[in-house]
T-cell receptor, first 112, second 114 residues
Framework: KNQVEQSPQSLIILEGKNCTLQCNYTVSPFSNLRWYKQDTGRGPVSLTIMTFSENTKSNGRYTATLDADTKQSSLHITASQLSDSASYIC???????????FGTGTSLTVIP | DGGITQSPKYLFRKEGQNVTLSCEQNLNHDAMYWYRQDPGQGLRLIYYSQIVNDFQKGDIAEGYSVSREKKESFPLTVTSAQKNPTAFYLCASADGSSYNSPLHFGNGTRLTVT
C-alpha cells in the first residue's frame, strides 16, 4: 500500500534554533518527492522538489534530503523564525507523475 | 500576479443544499485538482482533470461533482449526497508537461454545513 508518514506530528522550538522533520514513504514506483509549507487557513506552498537522483536541495534556510534506497526524506530548517510556524507536508509523486500521496504533516511552532 | 483563486473563503450551508465552490487559475495549466483536508489527515483527492471537458474521480468522489468547460475554471459542487461535507477544500493546478512541476494551490474554501 502506498503511504507517506511524517514525524513528529508536532514540534515546538525556540526562535533561532534548528530543527529536522522526517518523511518516510512506501510509494512505488517513485517519481519525485516534494515538501510544502502550509500556513493556517492557507493553501500549501512548494518549498522543494527532488527527483530520484537528487540527494539534497536547498531553498534559503530550508534544506531537503532524500535517500531513495531507504525511502526517507528530511527537511532541515536552519535558524528558525517566527514565520516558520506552519504545517510542513511531504508529498510523493507516483510513477507517471499525476498521482500524489500526501503525508499528514508536521505542525511546527516557533516561539520567541 | 499568476495564481489560483478560490472563492468564497468561507461558506455556510444548511444540510440538504447543494453548494458550488469556485476555482479559477491564470497559470495556463492543463491539470487541475480538488482536494479535501480534514484535521489529522493528509489531503485526499476528490476529482482531477488533465484537459478541458475531461475529468476523473479521485479517492473520495462520492457526493461531489465537477465540470471543466474552460481551461481556467474547475468548479466543485458538493451535493446533498455527501454525508460529511464540512471540511477545508483546496484546489490545485499543475503544468502537465513536466512530472516535476510543482502543484500550485489556492488558499482554500472552508465549508461548514449545519
Amino acid at each position: 500500500k502506498n503511504q507517506v508518514e511524517q514525524s513528529p506530528q508536532s514540534l515546538i522550538i525556540l526562535e533561532g534554533k534548528n530543527c529536522t522533520l522526517q518523511c518516510n514513504y512506501t510509494v512505488s514506483p517513485f517519481s519525485n518527492l516534494r515538501w510544502y509549507k502550509q500556513d493556517t487557513g492557507r493553501g500549501p506552498v512548494s518549498l522543494t522538489i527532488m527527483t530520484f537522483s537528487e540527494n539534497t536541495k536547498s531553498n534559503g534556510r530550508y534544506t531537503a534530503t532524500l535517500d531513495a534506497d531507504t525511502k526517507q526524506s528530511s527537511l532541515h530548517i536552519t535558524a528558525s523564525q517566527l514565520s516558520d510556524s506552519a504545517s510542513y507536508i511531504c508529498v510523493v509523486t507516483w510513477n507517471t507523475g499525476n498521482q500524489f500521496y500526501f503525508g499528514t504533516g508536521t505542525s511546527l511552532t516557533v516561539i520567541p | 500576479d499568476g495564481g489560483i483563486t478560490q472563492s468564497p473563503k468561507y461558506l455556510f450551508r444548511k444540510e440538504g443544499q447543494n453548494v458550488t465552490l469556485s476555482c479559477e487559475q491564470n497559470l495556463n495549466h492543463d491539470a487541475m485538482y480538488w482536494y479535501r483536508q480534514d484535521p489529522g489527515q493528509g489531503l485526499r483527492l476528490i476529482y482531477y482533470s488533465q484537459i478541458v471537458n475531461d475529468f476523473q474521480k479521485g479517492d473520495i468522489a462520492e457526493g461531489y461533482s465537477v465540470s471543466r468547460e474552460k481551461k481556467e475554471s474547475f468548479p466543485l459542487t458538493v451535493t446533498s449526497a455527501q454525508k460529511n461535507p464540512t471540511a477545508f477544500y483546496l484546489c490545485a493546478s499543475a503544468d502537465g508537461s513536466s512530472y516535476n512541476s510543482p502543484l500550485h494551490f489556492g488558499n482554500g474554501t472552508r465549508l461548514t454545513v449545519t
